[in-house]
């Protein structure tokens, strides 16, 4: 019986790379200089600290442009609050999310229980999705109906078996 699995990662390697590169560019640029500027990468959490609130808007600018680049979604990344700092200063955090949690994982089999595909079933198997049908040809039409729902959280479809 054909499947798949709907999953949400997200590669941690190029959020480094990209949070590295994001703060080269920092160090080297014009408008940031003397604004005691830095982005640093924590586990799942990426922080931000700057001198106002415009230049850490300005930051997370650069910051998502880098994270474009390297293929990896901006619905990955959760934006906390811009907090105020010692000496006037502004931070901020952003936590980036893997995995589908349960409410999106609820969210995302109603979505394919409304198809009213004849065969096709999904049940939630801890950060996943697991579908499966009868006929590719449906499994292939669920795919396209979850691409273009909005779920807030990057999807990726895996593990296509038949």
Do not use: C, W, Y
């Not at 799942?44 to 600018?61: K, V």
Request: without cysteine.
């Amino acid at each position: 019986m054909p499947s798949f699995d709907v999953v949400s990662e997200v590669d941690l390697q190029e959020v480094r790379n990209a949070v590295d590169q994001a703060s080269r560019e920092v160090a080297t640029r014009f408008d940031f200089k003397n604004t005691d500027s830095s982005i640093e990468l924590s586990g799942n959490e990426i922080r931000m600290h700057s001198a106002t609130e415009d230049r850490l808007t300005a930051l997370a600018q650069v910051l998502e442009e880098k994270v474009i680049r390297r293929n990896i979604s901006l619905k990955a990344l959760d934006k906390g609050k811009v907090e105020e700092a010692a000496k006037g200063t502004a931070r901020q955090t952003i936590t980036v999310k893997a995995g589908i949690d349960s409410d999106h994982a609820k969210a995302i089999n109603k979505k394919i229980k409304d198809l009213g595909l004849k065969g096709i079933q999904s049940q939630t198997q801890g950060d996943q999705v697991r579908v499966t049908g009868k006929k590719r040809d449906d499994l292939q039409g669920v795919i396209q109906k979850l691409k273009e729902a909005d779920f807030d959280v990057p999807l990726q479809f895996i593990n296509f078996r038949d």
